[in-house]
């Protein structure tokens, strides 16, 4: 018996610096969050997770109303905090902390701490609604760390290929991954 996990990255959101928690969606998010409703609308998707930042809730409100569902934000599906990276561009701060997964910036998490979070949270929803459909609402680093988890093809590289939103359907049986495919298309 399978579970479907639908994970969703988040729609563009302004970054304004302090506000990691509140930010909300831009409006060309908000029309990317409409996008997702009617990319997954015929789908049956028995509950609706997410991290607890406003940008992921946001981008899959429009599809859990629809659906009826409430939203149960779980604070482990908290977007990784890359921490003081001065001196160091963004995207090389990030293929470090993919290069080494013990390594972290100073106040910032390593991706090995950031994943065994969102493993616990997963494995534990896998568990308890087995057989059933789950979506969440992500980040580009934590989904890119729970897929790492079970295939290491996703790393640094998968992370900069990812759009916001982005989604993709992981199929599992209990616990292992059996497929991943990318069901976001940037033309729908």
Same mark, same amino acid.
């Given at each position: 018996m ?8 988040? =729609?563009?959101?302004?970054?304004? =610096? ?9 409006? #060309? ?14 789908? #049956?998707?028995?509950?609706?997770? *997410? ?6 809730? !946001?981008?899959? #409100?429009p ?13 482990? !599906?908290?977007? $990784?905090?890359? @921490?003081?990276i001065?001196?160091? &561009?963004?995207y ?11 390594f %972290?910036?100073?106040?910032?998490? *390593? ?8 493993? $616990?949270?997963?494995? @534990? ?5 087995? &057989?059933q ?6 980040? @580009?680093?934590?989904?890119? !760390? ?5 295939? $290491? ?9 990812t ?5 993709? #359907? =992981?199929?599992?049986? &209990? ?9 976001? *298309?940037?033309? %729908?």
């Amino acid at each position: 018996m399978n579970t479907i996990v639908y994970l969703i990255r988040h =729609a563009e959101s302004p970054y304004i =610096a302090g506000m990691e928690l509140e930010r909300g969606l831009s409006l #060309k998010g908000q029309q990317d969050a409409e996008r997702v409703r009617l990319m997954l609308h015929n789908k #049956k998707i028995d509950h609706f997770y *997410s991290s607890p930042y406003a940008r992921a809730i !946001l981008t899959i #409100k429009p599809l859990a109303e629809e659906c009826g569902q409430d939203i149960l934000p779980l604070d482990d !599906l908290r977007e $990784r905090i890359i @921490g003081d990276i001065a001196g160091t &561009g963004f995207y090389e701060a990030k293929r470090l902390v993919y290069q080494d997964f013990t390594f %972290s910036f100073p106040e910032g998490e *390593s991706s090995e701490t950031a994943q065994k979070r969102g493993i $616990r949270i997963v494995e @534990g929803l896998l568990k308890r609604h087995a &057989g059933q459909c789950i979506a969440i609402g992500t980040h @580009g680093d934590i989904m890119t !760390l729970l897929l790492n988890r079970y295939d $290491r093809q996703y790393g640094f590289e998968f992370w900069q290929s990812t759009s916001m939103p982005d989604i993709y #359907k =992981a199929e599992f049986n &209990g616990l292992l991954l059996k497929r991943v495919t990318r069901e976001w *298309s940037e033309h %729908s």
